[in-house]
């Protein structure tokens, strides 16, 4: 009985931390990429791959993609739809390898700080068919001035 309730709780830690959060991938950076230009703000996330060997990398639809945007006071001015069709995408990355995901554009944009949040969903392929997933979240504030 006492080997059964070990086995027990070891199964259910187990569980428990294969039903958590996917883990940052040690070899991935994700940054932002703003630009300001005539009132209207350009966001773009970049996913960097830094490790050695060719990474073959899957996600849905986008790789990285900006999650919300909101102004110093906290009022969102932009959030990520998305609906619409799912599409797995492949990828292969080496060494130093970027992947940028989808412009977010904001015009009519006042100079002052505005926080953005960033995501990256992905998996990475260990063996024929077994994948790993991997999350990144971000959020980063940033400063427009004419």
Do not use: W
Request: hydrophobic letters at 40%.
């Amino acid at each position: 009985m006492k080997s059964l309730s070990v086995i027990f709780v070891l199964l259910s830690m187990i569980t428990f931390r294969s039903c958590g959060e996917a883990q940052a991938h040690s070899d991935v950076t994700l940054t932002l990429t703003p630009s300001y230009v005539e009132d209207t703000l350009y966001l773009t996330p970049v996913i960097t791959y830094l490790g050695d060997n060719l990474t073959t990398f899957i996600y849905v639809n986008e790789m990285a993609y900006i999650e919300r945007v909101e102004t110093d006071e906290e009022e969102v001015i932009y959030e990520h739809d998305d609906s619409g069709f799912d599409v797995d995408q492949r990828l292969e990355l080496d060494e130093e390898d970027e992947v940028a995901g989808n412009t977010v554009v904001l015009e009519g944009i006042e100079p002052g700080f505005y926080v953005v949040h960033l995501v990256a969903d992905f998996s990475t392929e260990l063996e024929e068919g077994m994948e790993q997933d991997f999350s990144h979240r971000m959020r980063q504030t940033i400063e427009v001035r004419d």
